[in-house]
């Protein structure tokens, strides 16, 4: 590409020459008489000179032009593109290193305080160490202040959470489910799909009448209402209120207020009536 730009420029350059000399050789015989049969043919010839002078300079300062911007955005995105290399470079090394460590933990030499206890047990107990490190360390991240460095490593754990789930299966259920849970809240402000996708993930895992999995139900809700799927969300929120519980309780009655998550949903016929159904079962299941 670089080497068709640079031909096309030269033979730009050449005609806008050609035509630069047409025009002085025009003007030459212009000056000498040596064409000029009247004064009518000698004002259409300085005419045409004119012109083409014009035409000359304006070719070759477009292509001039055109190729140095050519060159100075081809000069930026190799930049940038050396910038992405390197970043996810970064980004793959930390995940080979957190994967390395995981393998040393399961063939780590059991400790003589643990002779009694099964190696299977304590290999789980190392797995789910793991799992709640990844947790505190993006506990304290919050989706709608994440930057290009905080996306990244968030990369890094979900490729390590995954990892951890292929060799710890469903022993580590309760753990990864917990962590499974942040990675959906962080990508709440940004990806609804791979939001969704996690929801999901937690729900496989946890126990169905945990507490962690009526709150994703109620998650669950609120992307089918965002994406005013309003049958399906309240048909999570039915799940969501099998166990009742002063938090979701708390959240619902915000959510259905006026600019509320679920305002959309407790004004839209006939989930309305179904949903005023909903609460009045829980004001009784409370009394």
């Known amino acids: 590409m670089v080497t068709l730009r640079k031909v096309t420029l030269v033979a730009v350059l050449l005609a806008s020459l050609a035509v630069l000399a047409l025009a002085v050789y025009l003007f030459w015989d212009i000056g000498s008489g040596q064409h000029i049969l009247d004064d009518q043919i000698g004002d259409m010839e300085l005419l045409v000179g004119i012109l083409l002078a014009s035409c000359g300079l304006y070719a070759i300062v477009f292509a001039l032009s055109s190729y140095s911007s050519a060159m ?11 910038a992405i290399r390197d970043q996810l470079g970064a980004a793959m090394s930390e995940l080979r290193i957190l994967q390395e460590e995981a393998r040393q933990v399961l063939h780590r030499t059991p400790q003589p305080q643990n002779a009694n206890e099964p190696a299977a047990q304590r290999e789980v107990q ?19 202040t994440l930057d290009s460095q905080a996306k990244l490593e968030l990369q890094h754990y979900e490729s390590a959470a995954a990892y951890l789930e292929l060799i710890g299966g469903a022993q580590l259920g309760a753990s990864l489910a917990g962590l499974y849970r942040h ?17 999901n993930r937690v729900l496989s895992l946890a126990p169905p009448d945990s507490r962690l999995a009526s709150e994703t139900h109620y998650d669950l809700a609120g992307w089918f209402a965002d994406n005013r799927d309003f049958s399906h969300a309240l048909g999570e929120l039915t799940l969501a209120f099998q166990h009742q519980s002063k938090t979701l309780d708390d959240r619902l009655a915000r959510d ?17 009536k179904a949903l005023n159904d909903l609460l009045l079962n829980m004001s009784i299941g409370i009394g």
């Open 72 to 82: 100075s955005f081809a000069r930026q995105a190799d930049q940038s593109i050396a």
């Open 126 to 144: 190392n797995l789910d160490a793991q799992v709640d490190a990844i947790v505190r360390q993006i506990a304290k991240w919050s989706s709608a």
């Open 183 to 199: 990675f959906a809240e962080l990508h709440a402000a940004s990806d609804k799909t791979r939001q969704r996708f996690y929801l």
């Open 256 to 272: 259905i207020e006026e600019g509320g998550r679920l305002y959309q949903l407790a004004s839209t016929p006939p989930f309305e």
